[in-house]
């Protein structure tokens, strides 16, 4: 069909047909719903339907989620973080929010309301809605598991100063002694299987999440997580545990105490 004959048939103005055609438009279900079943395809409309709403959940603009405010950005998770039995998070910027100390969220939450035009005295309310999540990491109740890579340059992404940093490479070296965490560190000039990349956190099976500078990517498609937890498995092969990369936390540590000597 034509698109005025598609638009004829449907009930929709052959503009908005063209519009949907050229990704101008999104359709609604509606809309869906009355182009496949005038191309005789009603039978594809849970698939369609299904697809229609992922697309629409995948991308969420960090200026939509900004206008509640940087402690409701911060709070919102809380129940998806209780809920989660494991959470792996692979990151190669800034350390896993789960595991930032508070002085270190304050200071990077800082950064983003620089950034995102929100008033800095939002940083400090959002740090402490932060930390309510990291009281499952450090308070288990033995159902809940954490797996984290990150690459050996985060140690060297300063947020807030020296004894910030320090504070944090602490909790970082008594995160690795933790039994049901796993922190894997990719030691600098290691041969890469696989490069890296923009972070992203996988909870259980069945949701990914990965941020940009601009929003935010989620998933539940289970073709993409399948994807994720294989670059994940193959990122994981490349980190080195235990002692070795608590070598690599105090390297970074020497590299603030020499920066601190004049």
Not at 47 to 69: P, S
Not at 70 to 76: E, I, K, Y
């Amino acid at each position: 069909m034509t698109g005025r004959q598609l638009a004829d048939a449907t009930g929709l103005h052959y503009t908005k047909v063209s519009r949907i055609e050229n990704g101008r438009q999104n359709p609604s279900e509606d809309d869906i719903r009355d182009w496949a079943i005038a191309c005789g395809a009603a039978l594809q409309l849970p698939e369609l339907i299904a697809a229609h709403r992922e697309v629409d959940q995948m991308w969420t603009e960090h200026r939509r989620n900004l206008r509640a405010g940087l402690v409701h950005v911060q709070a919102a998770d809380k129940v998806l973080y209780e809920r989660t039995r494991l959470l792996r998070v692979y990151q190669s910027d800034t350390i896993p929010g789960i595991l930032q100390t508070r002085a270190y969220a304050a200071a990077g939450i800082r950064t983003a309301a620089a950034v995102h035009g929100r008033p800095l005295e939002e940083a400090e309310p959002a740090a402490d809605a932060k930390m309510e999540r990291q009281g499952l990491l450090t308070a288990p109740t033995g159902k809940n598991l954490y797996s984290f890579v990150i690459e050996a340059g985060v140690l060297d992404h300063g947020f807030g100063g020296d004894e910030v940093m320090a504070g944090q490479l602490d909790f970082l070296v008594a995160v690795t002694r933790m039994p049901h965490v796993v922190l894997g560190v990719i030691p600098p000039m290691t041969v890469r299987s696989v490069r890296p990349g923009e972070g992203f956190y996988i909870f259980d099976d069945r949701l990914v999440r990965s941020t940009t500078w601009t929003g935010v990517m989620a998933t539940e498609q289970s073709e993409q997580i399948a994807l994720y937890m294989r670059i994940f498995r193959m990122l994981s092969d490349l980190a080195a545990y235990g002692s070795t990369a608590r070598e690599l936390i105090e390297d970074a540590r020497s590299r603030l105490q020499l920066e601190e000597t004049p």
